[in-house]
């Protein structure tokens, strides 16, 4: 009879993905970054050129994150997140995906680099938010 042993780079392989697994769940706090961002009427501009800017009145601050998606119901995995940023993939079922990084440099003051897909097309974004008033 042959005894069957682990291997044991099988046994890391699998401890490995457990370990990769468990850090995928969300926690409250991924998103922190985003609560300490002021309510109220931001004005968000393209970098790097002519595009308009827009006006958001900003109530819950996850729409940051897929402002390609807005209004949409769609998946979020924080990638990463410390004190001045987060990393935000996303994906909205038959809509598109996307991945988001917002950078903060006050409470008044964000830059947000986006891509993914939209409409069947690609689109790349990178815009400065700043607050301008209230809504």
Known sequence: MIKMRP??????ALLLSVATTAGAVNSDTDLALLDTLERGLWQL??????????????G??????????SGLVCEQY???SNA????????CKGQGQGL??????????IHIQSQGIRNNSPFSLSVEGRRIGTC
């Open 100 to 109: 988001t990084t917002i950078r903060k440099e006050s409470n008044r003051i």
């Open 78 to 80: 924080v990638v990463r």
């Open 45 to 58: 501009r393209p970098t790097g050129g002519g595009a308009p800017t827009t006006k958001i009145c900003l």
């Open 60 to 69: 819950k601050p996850e729409v940051l994150t897929q402002i390609q998606h």
């Open 7 to 12: 291997l044991p780079c099988l046994t890391a």
């Open 84 to 91: 001045n940023s987060v990393t935000v993939s996303y994906t």
